[in-house]
């Protein structure tokens, strides 16, 4: 049933139509309509006036949809603290990976055969790699069940003795008349309370007052020595469990950075494969060193199809060593060579290419000694081409120490890179390098044909020594102007003059 309020209303108060503009979606004044079902009909009980209550109903949804929007405009913009961060359902939904960015592995173990069994085995390892809220239950639950557990033991001694077989004391002038034995196994046992604070007591060693252990019981002396060996092995286990799990090395992981992105770019004439590590904390990663594998589909010579093959990639500061000085952040260098499983990609390719760089950074932590391992991975829409990082650690000369800026870390810029793939471009150059490589190169289209002497003097007195474009992007690092010297030294015309290329732009299509 629908009541619709009418729009003459009591006078309100300034303070009521203040936040009637504050909480009003479109801010003019208008009949409000309650959905009322058959149950929720006013009662003869109910004090409040329709109109007082429809305004309280209205101020609740518009609580609740400023709530929802705060929410969400919350969790669509992300902070500075999961800037780094990417969640495992969010992750999920937009792109497959393996490694998620902040180092989580998106494997799930399922159908595993006998799998409680296998846990309870390892009870050590798996209470350490369980959340803290089952190892904190865990730990409180063992000296519980211990002391109820002998506390039971110890009030089956008393009761098979007969010591609980006297009247409890009402009156400190009464006498108690001892049924069977005036010397009991544990003096002042009333019942179940005293022998599990008696327990308590034995276990921790806290210290026996006027309760007390006799000779009269040679069972109660024996779980007595029982009950204090398992009350250390109890403690030994827990601490070394709660002391294990807040030194594990994978919380200090979370201080060693990886960037955005991966960048590929050309260093010293080779196209390289790029990504940036830092750390955050004064104590350093000794014995640094990192590793890179990619992971994609490959099929066998015998057509065997390999979905998820791993193949190692040779990484280090120079693309070469591994191992790092570890004291500010480093760019570490995948040189794309032949032995590369990269080196037949160009950047049309890695558009289309299904894949994942899995890199890690291993070493031992300073201050605890401990081996820590961290994780991130690339995929293809994460690795940008023609990018390079900017530098982010400067002098200062006004304290004297070398700044590094955080800020900086995941910026890059544009530079001169060739589009096609590194294979493509050693091709060039090696076809370059023959005799007859440049009448090839002219004859195919790749270069630009000289019709006339004429033209070759210009060139040549117009000083161009003559660079490869490749579209918008000249290519600083690939085909140069030391190669077409070297070329142009060995190759002479039939009029006796050299070859020179002419500064023009190239048709790159057929060749990157």
Request: glycine share 6%; proline share 5%; aromatic share 8%.
């Amino acid at each position: 049933m629908t009541k619709i309020m009418d729009e003459r209303r009591p006078p309100e108060s300034p303070g009521d139509l203040a936040w009637t503009k504050l909480l009003d979606d479109n801010g003019t004044p208008g009949p409000v309509i309650v959905k009322i079902d058959d149950s929720q009909k006013e009662s003869p009980t109910s004090s409040d006036p329709p109109q007082i209550a429809g305004r309280r109903q209205s101020i609740l949804g518009a609580f609740q949809r400023q709530i929802r929007l705060s929410l969400k405009a919350v969790s669509d913009s992300p902070g500075p603290i999961t800037r780094y961060r990417q969640t495992r359902f969010s992750s999920r939904r937009v792109r497959k990976r393996v490694i998620f960015k902040h180092g989580d592995c998106n494997v799930v173990q399922g159908n595993v055969a006998k799998r409680r069994r296998r846990y309870m085995q390892d009870i050590f390892t798996t209470l350490v790699d369980a959340q803290w809220r089952w190892t904190l239950l865990v730990f409180a639950l063992s000296f519980l069940l211990s002391w109820t557990a002998f506390g039971i033991i110890w009030w089956l001694i008393a009761y098979t003795h007969g010591d609980l077989d006297h009247l409890e004391p009402q009156d400190p002038h009464v006498q108690l008349i001892q049924n069977k034995s005036a010397n009991p196994c544990v003096t002042e046992i009333y019942g179940f309370t005293s022998c599990f604070l008696f327990s308590v007591e034995t276990q921790h060693t806290i210290g026996y007052g006027n309760r007390y252990i006799t000779e009269e019981c040679p069972e109660a002396i024996f779980i007595m020595c029982l009950q204090s060996i398992m009350g250390v092995f109890i403690q030994a286990f827990m601490v070394g469990i709660v002391f294990a799990k807040l030194s594990r090395p994978k919380k200090r992981a979370q201080t060693l950075l990886f960037s955005r992105n991966a960048v590929i770019c050309h260093r010293d004439g080779v196209p390289c494969l790029m990504f940036r590590v830092g750390d955050m904390r004064k104590s350093h990663i000794i014995e640094a060193h990192v590793r890179a594998q990619i992971i994609r589909k490959k099929v066998t010579k015998e057509n065997e199809v390999l979905p998820f093959y791993q193949q190692e990639l040779q990484v280090g500061a120079d693309g070469r060593e591994d191992r790092l000085m570890f004291i500010w952040p480093t760019t570490i260098v995948h040189r794309i060579d032949k032995h590369s499983p990269l080196y037949a990609l160009s950047a049309q390719d890695m558009l289309k290419e299904r894949f994942e760089i899995v890199v890690m950074l291993e070493g031992v932590v300073e201050s605890t000694g401990m081996t820590t391992q961290a994780r991130s991975s690339y995929l293809p829409s994460e690795i940008l081409w023609g990018h390079r990082f900017e530098h982010v650690v400067a002098f200062r000369k006004e304290t004297g120490e070398y700044e590094v800026d955080y800020t900086l870390f995941n910026n890059t810029y544009e530079v001169d890179t060739p589009l096609c793939s590194a294979k493509q471009l050693d091709e060039l150059r090696a076809e370059l390098n023959t005799p007859n490589g440049l009448e090839r190169l002219c004859s195919s289209g790749l270069l630009p044909r000289v019709s006339s002497a004429a033209s070759l003097e210009a060139s040549e007195e117009s000083g161009d020594s003559g660079r490869l474009q490749m579209r918008s992007c000249s290519v600083p690092n690939g085909i140069t102007e030391t190669h077409h010297q070297q070329v142009n030294g060995q190759k002479k015309t039939h009029s006796g003059r050299r070859l020179s290329i002419k500064h023009e732009a190239v048709p790159v299509d057929s060749m990157c």
